[in-house]
C-alpha cells in the first residue's frame, strides 16, 4: 500500500469510528483491549427487550462505556475487564467493513486482543438440536463463485453452482482458494471446545417441542450440547434438503475434506477477511480469534413440511433464537473467564488443549509392492519389463489362469517411475487429512513389506513426523500384509494374531491376513490398542469373516477393563452381504461404535459396478471403556470419506484404482477418518 492510500484508508477508518483524524490519539494512549466480542444484530433497545446477540452481554458484562462509532452501532466497554463489544451489523459487507473500521481504530491497541464471534445461526439437524453451541475452525464462503439457473445447467452436473475457475461443480482441480475459505487457529478452537464441551447448556420446554418433530435426524433431537462444527457465509438466506445437501458438499470441498458443515450465518468469511489484512500490518492477531455460533433453527425443514412452508414460518420468528442468544452467552463466557482469570499468562501466549484429538484413518492402498523380486510372494506383477524377460518369468506366467491377470505378469511395467507415482498418490490420499499433515494413525492394507512401508514413509510423508512403520509378515499368498503408520509411539511389541479357519475352509486360508495389534501411548499417559484389519475377500463364503468378527472380539474382549479400543481395516462385509447376513448387528454393533453409522451422506467406500452398490467394505471400529469415567471417545461429525484429492476420483465419481501403464488413480478404495477426543460420549 502506497502512502496515499494508506491516508486514504486510515480517513476512511477514522471516519467510520466517529472521530478526526487529529483527534490525538497515539499508540502509548490507546486502549489496551483483552476481548473483542463480535456480534451481528440487535433486534430493538439495548436492553430491556427481547434480546439479540448483543444485549445479554452488554447487561451483564456492565459495557456501559460508550465510544461514538458510525457503523451500525456504537462500541461498548467494560474498562475493568477490558472487554469491548461491536454489532457490526447483517451480512458479510457489513461485518468486513465494520471490523476493518475497528482494527484501523487509534482508540484502541488491539494487538494482544482476543476476538470471539457469538451469534446465532442455522445447524444442519444431521450434526446437532437447536439451542446447540459450534466451535467453528473452517469459514466458507457461500457467495464468492459461478452460478447458472438449475434448470439450464448440463444434465450431469449436480448443481448449477461452481466454483470458479472450475469446469465442473466440485471439480477435483480444486483451485487455490482467494476468499473462499478462512480457516480459525485450529488449536486454539480445540482449546476452546474441550474447556466448554461438557457444559450443561439451558433449554426450553417449547423448543424441546420443536426438535421432536426431526424424527429422522437423531441429533437435531437431543437436548442442547456443545461441539465442533464449521461454518458456511452466505448473504443469501438459503433453506431446505436440498441446499443444505449442498452445503455440507460445498464446505467440504474448500475445506479439503477437512471440515464438517454445521452452522449457516452471513458474516464469517467477511469478518476474518478483514482481520486477515489487519494482521497482515500487525494491527490484530488472527490466531487469537475464534467463532462460536448457537443453533437458533434448522437448515431445512422436518418431515412432512416444504422447505417454503418453513421458511416462511422462520420469517416471522426463530423457535429457538432467544435459547440461542443464552446458550451464546453461557459457552461464550466460560472461555472468556478463563482468558480473563489468567491474563497473565494468555496475554503472551494463545492457549492449546493440553490433550489433542486423535484422528485414525484405514486405507487400503491396493498392491503397494516394491519392483524387487521377494521369495515366497506373488510378485510377479509388480517387477520392471526388462525384469520379467526371462524363460522362467514367463513361464511362471504361463500358469496364471486369468487370461487378463496372466497379461498383467507378462506385460506390466512395475518401474522405477511407476512405483514412485504411486507411492507419491498413495502419500497425497494420506496427507489430504489433517490440514497436509496427515492422521495420526494410518491403518494400510495391502502392503508387500516393511521396506515398501518405510519407502513410503522417509520418503513421501518425511514431513508428517510419523515414526518407523509396524507390519508382522504374515501368510497371505499374495504376500500383502496389513501395516500401521503412527506418530504416536509404541507401548509394546506389535503382535500379529492368525484366525484359525476351520478345516472345511482350510484350502481357501491363504486368502486372509492376520490381526496385527499395535499398542499406542496416547499423551494422556493411556494406552490405546489398535487392531488392523483384512478380512476374507467376498467370493469366500460369508463363515470365513464370521470367523474373523469372531477372532478380532475375542482378541477385544481379552483387553484390561480400562483400555480403549479400536479396529481399522478393510473388513471385506459388502453392504449386500450385511443386508442378507446381518454381520455387523451381530458382530460389530453390540460391543463396537461403527464408523459407517456415523458418516452422514456417505455412499461408502467402495463401489462395486456388476452390482451396482456401494459398501463399507472399509471401517473404523471403535470400543470405548469404563463408561463415565472414559478418557477418550468418538467425536460425533468427524466420520469422513478422504477422496479430495484428484487422483482419487473417476468420472463417474466412485473410486479410481491405480492404472500402472498410465500412472492415473490411487487405489479401488476410499479412505475413511475418524477423530477420538478427551473425555466419554454423551
Known sequence: MNQIQKILFLGAAFSLAGCEPDNGASASDSIDVRIVLVTMFERGADTGDAPGEFQLWYERRKLDQVFPFQGEHDLHYNPDSGILAIVTGAGTAKAASSIMALGMDPRFDLTKSYWLVAGIAGFDPADASIGSAAWAEYLVDGDLSHEIDAREKPDDWEWGYIARHTRVPFDPNRPSPRGEV?????????????????????????????????????????PPFV??????????????????????????????????????????TGTFQSLTYLDRIGRVDIDRAMVLRTASNFTMPPPGVTAAENLLRENEGYTGLELAVETAYVTGSVVIDELLANWDEYRDRVPAPAVAPVTIMTFNVENLFDNADDPGKDDLDYLPIEAKQTEEHRAACARVEVESWRNRCLTVDWSHETLDRKLSVVADAILQVGSGRGPDIVALQEVENIAILERLRTE????????????????????????????????????????????????????????????????????????????????????????????????????????????????????????????????????????????????????FPPDNAWSFLDMILWRPCCGDAATWSVRGNSVRIANRTPAQVSDDRTPRRFDSPKGNGVSDHWPVVLTLEPGHNP
Not at 461441539?227 to 455440507?248: M, P, Q, R, V, Y
Open 182 to 222: 478462512f480457516r480459525a487457529n485450529g488449536a486454539l478452537a480445540e482449546w476452546a471446545y474441550q474447556l466448554t464441551r461438557d457444559l450443561e447448556l439451558p433449554d426450553d420446554p417449547v423448543v424441546a417441542r420443536e426438535r421432536e418433530r426431526y424424527v429422522h435426524h437423531p441429533n437435531a433431537r437431543r
Open 227 to 268: 461441539l465442533k462444527g464449521d461454518n458456511i457465509a452466505a448473504l443469501t438466506f438459503w433453506h431446505g434438503e436440498i441446499l443444505n445437501a449442498w452445503a455440507n458438499a460445498w464446505v467440504d470441498y474448500w475445506s479439503g475434506g477437512n471440515g464438517e458443515f454445521v452452522s449457516s450465518a452471513m458474516e464469517e
Open 460 to 607: 513421501h510423508l518425511g514431513d508428517a513426523g510419523y515414526l518407523p512403520g509396524v507390519l508382522v509378515e504374515g501368510d497371505d499368498a499374495r504376500g500383502i500384509d496389513v501395516a500401521f503408520l503412527s506418530r504416536l509411539p509404541l507401548a509394546g511389541p506389535p503382535v500379529l494374531h492368525d484366525i484359525e479357519i476351520e478345516e472345511s475352509m482350510r484350502a481357501r486360508a491363504g486368502d486372509t491376513r492376520g490381526i496385527l495389534q499395535a499398542d499406542f501411548r496416547m499423551a494422556d499417559g493411556s494406552i490405546l490398542t489398535g487392531y488392523a484389519v483384512h478380512f476374507p475377500a467376498p467370493y469366500h463364503p460369508t463363515a470365513m469373516r464370521v470367523t474373523a468378527y469372531e477372532a478380532l472380539n475375542l482378541l477385544a474382549d481379552a483387553l484390561p477393563p480400562d483400555r480403549n479400543a479400536f479396529a481399522a481395516g478393510d473388513f471385506n462385509t459388502t453392504s449386500v452381504e450385511d443386508r442378507r447376513e446381518g454381520l455387523l448387528a451381530t458382530y460389530a454393533r453390540p460391543g463396537w461404535i461403527v464408523s459407517n453409522d456415523l458418516c452422514d451422506g456417505c455412499p461408502g467406500s467402495s463401489y
